[in-house]
């Protein structure tokens, strides 16, 4: 019953939808002005993603030194472009780089450094942005490769430069390699930052959108989604395919060690690279800060608290709708993707492996493409069902779909962790079925449930590359408002209601946390790592 | 002395209480000759072999092996080598890579590093597993390219923490012989640590029982036997039985 269910929802909105992109697909719309955007995407992908591998690294090397100084606060910054929206970097880009820049009209006297709207600017700002994903994902990696295995390295004569290139960075080398595959598709998928910077650099997202939006071209907008669903799926794959293969550590347990491996001196250059990655960092985000008290950017800087006022007045509508939206989708997520962990783990049925697949198969999507096949898909009544378009339920459904993978690995790994003859033992004792999960099962897998509900909110509230398709007069989001504001040049808004964002999500988590005590972004990069 | 031990002391830093894992710890080793630590767990057997391969630094006190004081000695520049509880095989490398590694690291011309390897697999009986993976054995087998590994560098000392606790009940017996068979052929000097007193009774030259990071006594496994010097030690022992009372009368049949 409930897996009837369960595959009626996923055919209703991820086959049904997608599969509306094929219908209207004509082979003409394949020329030029279709390969050089497509070439574009590609070609940031594969650059932020090595990129931001490499910072990842960095991070992640420098933070799992028990002695290096400062190593909880490098965590902490290291991670904050993931409780934003990945574009407010764009904003902050903007406001120091920019031909208004802060440091264009002061260092500079007026001539940008370099031009921010394009290639570089835009890497530039999703590495930064995306980041944060290959350091979870590293951090993770490095946490693995247990001490024992460098100690066994040095003991038998090797130096530290041989360990780290003949232990560490083999062992590392499938995490680097997913880590390059998902920041790939984040960089494929992102909508935000091109829009905001690409200039005359076009990207398929964005190009996707503007046909659908402004040309109402459906047949260039279809195409351009299948052009940027296909490498996407092909990365989503062979990280999957990676992790599989990824070597395993044999033997028994091994204890922790405070044994600095590392040495100082390697240990003082990372710390110097994290310093100057975390002033970047704070660089950026401090800009939004003082964007948002100047009165209208550009034009004398001066000082206002007025931006907050008006934002509000302009925007506090759409900011309810965001939370309200991003804060329900959370339990939602959370409790689907435990229900899905456990039908995946724990029962064998014909179509166990498929269930996870489909659901998994929602991360492989764009957010892009995923989002106006919805805008095409539900602007009619489907099954019996009102017309979805324009109304809460089309953004909550994308908002589950998008993060169900996530809820569902956190499910698996903790499912995977609880010992199974606990709920045999229940079992024995007479508990069955639905009585088994609610009693037993459920209460130990509470924690990846928080885990979920509080990833789901913080992608929800800060996600705009599928909602952008289907938001409405009625319903919108803040960060559709952001864009807006940054697209009339009305900067100081923007970071003004960027800011009102970001202190609500930092709220929101430390709620969820005071209230739980069991989120933490260990069991936000064991989410990642596993999808 | 093979291993001269002076008043080794650790005092680890936990949440700003100290403890003393390591207590003036004094011990001599001689060359050829098996050593057991023997200890429950949390004694401080561990740390006191880490910080005679230099991965944990002494708070006093001082090591030398073969004459050379080992004090402030990077762990790649000593002569020991460890095996380790869990191990700790390279799972990327092949049961040949694990074992030449040492050798690589000297830089070891080819031909001698495969002679070298196939000799030392030869001896614990991996020949024809060289191109294996870790996680392509046995636990027992994955137990013999650990000594293998060890003992291909030879090194002075061979230390050795609880090496067989990962292992069945009758695969441990069968280690703990060929141990002590290679440790004769070969001459060894290993320093073993294990809680398991039976493992020690059977492997050991000479026994060093340990209680909070102190020695309780040492001795061959005979002197505690017939001389165990406190309840501890007799309780440790389980097997020699300590009868309380007072002889009364003897009863004499005819
Ligand atoms: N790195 C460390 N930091 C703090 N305390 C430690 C550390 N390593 C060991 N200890 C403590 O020192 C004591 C001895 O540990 P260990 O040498 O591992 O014992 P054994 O190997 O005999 O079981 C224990 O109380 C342990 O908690
Ligand atoms: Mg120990």
Redesign the interface.
């Known amino acids: 019953m409930f897996l009837t269910f369960l595959f009626l929802f996923f055919f209703l909105f991820v086959l049904y939808p997608l599969g509306h992109l094929f219908v209207g697909f004509e082979r003409p719309v394949l020329d030029a002005q279709i390969w050089t955007p497509f070439l574009n995407s590609l070609k940031l992908g594969a650059v932020v993603g090595f990129l931001a591998s490499l910072f990842g690294f960095v991070l992640a090397l420098a933070t799992t030194q028990k002695k290096l100084f400062g190593r909880k606060i490098f965590a902490s910054l290291a991670t904050l472009p993931l409780i934003s929206p990945p574009f407010v970097l764009a904003i902050a880009m903007i406001l120091l780089f920019g031909r208004q820049g802060v440091i264009t009209q002061t260092v500079f006297a007026g001539t940008p450094l370099f031009p921010i709207y394009g290639f570089w600017g835009l890497a530039l700002v999703e590495v930064l942005a995306y980041t944060p994903t290959a350091y979870l994902i590293l951090k993770g990696v490095l946490e693995a490769i247990p001490a024992s295995m460098k100690e066994a390295a040095l003991n038998l004569g090797a130096g530290r430069r041989y360990t780290f290139l003949k232990i560490v960075l083999p062992l590392a080398k499938h995490g680097l390699i997913s880590s390059f595959l998902l920041v790939f598709m984040e960089s494929l998928a992102d909508f935000g930052n091109p829009l905001i910077l690409s200039g005359n650099f076009e990207v398929l997202a964005v190009k996707a959108y503007m046909e659908m939006t402004s040309f109402y071209n459906i047949h260039a907008a279809t195409a351009m989604a299948l052009m940027l669903l296909a490498p996407s799926l092909i990365a989503f794959f062979g990280q999957r395919l990676f992790l599989k293969k990824s070597v395993v550590v044999v033997g028994g347990k091994s204890q922790g060690s405070s044994f600095d491996w590392l040495g100082k001196k390697p240990r003082r250059v990372l710390f110097l690279l994290c310093s100057l990655y975390s002033l970047l960092i704070i660089l950026m985000y401090g800009m939004i800060c003082v964007g948002s008290v100047t009165k209208a950017w550009g034009v004398g800087f001066a000082f206002t608290l007025g931006n907050f006022k008006e934002v509000w007045e302009l925007s506090s509508k759409t900011l309810f709708d965001s939370v309200f939206l991003a804060f329900i989708s959370g339990p939602i997520t959370g409790l689907l993707g435990m229900a899905i962990a456990y039908l995946v783990v724990r029962r064998k049925f014909l179509g166990r492996r498929l269930l996870e697949a489909v659901t998994l198969f929602a991360f492989a999507v764009p957010g892009t493409v995923l989002g106006l096949s919805y805008a095409i898909a539900f602007n009619k009544p489907v099954l019996g069902l009102p017309v979805l378009q324009g109304t809460w339920a089309i953004i909550l459904l994308l908002f589950v779909v998008r993060n169900l993978p996530v809820g569902l690995q956190a499910g698996v790994a903790v499912l995977n962790q609880v010992d199974k003859s606990i709920e045999e033992a229940a079992m024995n004792l007479g508990a069955k079925g639905w009585g088994l999960f609610r009693r037993v099962t459920l209460p130990l897998m509470a924690p990846a449930f928080f885990t979920g509900w509080a990833y789901s909110f913080v992608k929800a509230i800060t996600a705009i590359s599928a909602v952008v398709f289907v938001v409405s007069g009625n319903w919108s989001l803040v960060t559709v408002d952001i864009l807006g504001l940054v697209e009339n040049g009305e900067l100081s808004y923007a970071a003004a209601l960027s800011l009102i964002l970001i202190a609500i999500v930092i709220l929101v988590l430390l709620g969820i946390k005071f209230f739980v005590g069991l989120v933490s972004t260990r069991g936000l990069g064991g989410a990642l790592r596993g999808v | 002395m093979q291993v001269s031990i002076r008043d080794l002391t650790k005092v680890f830093q936990e949440k700003r209480r100290e403890i003393a894992a390591v207590d003036h710890f004094s011990l001599e080793v001689e060359s050829g000759r098996l050593v057991t630590l023997l200890g429950s767990s949390g004694c401080g057997k ?1 740390t006191i072999l ?1 910080m005679i ?4 630094t002494p708070t006093a006190g001082s090591v030398s092996i073969a004459n050379h004081n080992m004090n402030g000695l ?5 002569p ?3 095996i ?9 490398m092949s049961v040949f890579e694990n074992v030449a ?2 050798l690589r ?2 830089n070891l011309p080819r031909r001698e590093i495969k002679e070298r390897v196939e000799k030392i697999l030869k001896r614990v009986g991996l020949t024809g597993k060289e191109k294996r ?3 392509q ?1 046995s636990g027992g087998e ?1 137990q013999r390219v650990a000594v293998a ?2 003992l291909v ?1 030879e090194p002075e000392v061979l230390l050795c923490d609880e090496p067989l ?2 292992l069945d009940q009758s695969l441990r017996i069968k280690m703990r012989e060929e141990i002590k068979r290679l440790q004769k052929e070969l001459g060894l000097t290993i320093l073993f640590v294990t809680h398991d007193q039976e493992e020690a009774f059977y492997l050991s030259d000479h026994i060093v029982l340990i209680d909070a990071g102190k020695i309780i006594q040492q001795g061959t496994p005979k002197d505690f036997y017939e001389n165990p010097k406190s309840d501890f030690v007799r309780d440790f022992l389980g097997g020699i039985k300590r009868v309380d009372g007072e002889l009364v009368r003897v009863i004499a049949k005819t």
Do not use: C, D, I, W
């Not at chain 2, 990077?74 to 000593?78: C, H, S």
């Not at chain 2, 380790?84 to 990327?92: D, K, M, R, T, V």
């Open positions: 561990t880490r391969a230099g991965f944990e990077p762990p790649n520049k000593r020991v080598a460890m380790f509880q869990s191990y700790a095989l390279f799972p990327h590694f040492g690291v000297r993976a870790p996680n054995l994955q590994r060890a560098v606790s990962n």
